[in-house]
């Protein structure tokens, strides 16, 4: 399947999605998130796949929403067709787990899409923003809600009311994104991690990213509770004998 706006690739097991609109720094397009959208859909069905990354360019993950194609919409519009909700919400609907690979501006709808993903390797380059309060608006896809469970009221609150970037750093201090890597080794790493997360029981990952954002729609103590009856539902599973038994006999696991 071939796109305009994004590239998508097979690396043995994991899928690559490039953004790809390098004239406007892949703005956030309806176009691109219908694509993206579909290749996400595609890839977690595929059973081949066990893993995802979702890049950008150098440059940019994304620089937002496409304030080129938007500028002219009106409220009716906006809420008769739901804008950013559906297809915006595929890349956190997706059950396998996603990498997000950051270099670059990750701004408002770019930052809002790498929250979507399970966790965001960060090159040394990247910048995360929520920026739209400088055009009149306000963050429209999660933004708000992600960007403060993961780094608090206090920064999410600066962030989106002066609409400043933060670097790399501060945004791995804060707990944006799970590690900073160099420029130049950001894909091949999130390709490995994602390599990595496929070769295990795929059970196991599909659970874990069940359970851990659990803990952001319920009470700790539902939450324990889910999470302890998933734990004892992992004994119905071939990975769970396979795992233990190839730790006993000093082996490596070969999960099925
Ligand atoms: N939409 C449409 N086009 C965009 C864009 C966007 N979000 N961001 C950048 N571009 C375009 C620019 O218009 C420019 O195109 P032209 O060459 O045709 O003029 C091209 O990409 C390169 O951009 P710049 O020349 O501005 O590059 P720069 O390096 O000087 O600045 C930048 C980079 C700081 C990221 C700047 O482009 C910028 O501020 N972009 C907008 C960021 C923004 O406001 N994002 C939020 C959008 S609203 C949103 O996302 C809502 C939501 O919650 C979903």
Known sequence: MTYDTIKAELHGNVGLI???RPDSLNALSSQLI??????LKRMDKNKEIGAMVLTGSDKAFAAGADIKEMQDK???ETFNEDFITDEWEQVANCRKPIIAAVAGFALGGGCEIAMMCDFILAAESAKFGQPEIKIGVWPGAGGSQR??????????MEMCLTG?????????RVGLVSRIVP??????DAINTAKQIASMSRPATLMIKDIINRAYETTLSEGIRYERRMFQASFGTPDQREGMAAFVEKRKPKFS
């Open 18 to 20: 490039t953004l790809n």
């Open 74 to 76: 009106k409220w009716p």
């Open 34 to 39: 219908s694509e993206l959208a579909e290749a």
């Open 183 to 188: 420029d130049a080794d950001l894909i091949e």
């Open 147 to 156: 960007l403060t469970r993961l780094v608090g009221k206090s920064k999410s």
């Open 164 to 172: 400043r970037m933060m670097g790399s750093e501060e945004a791995e």
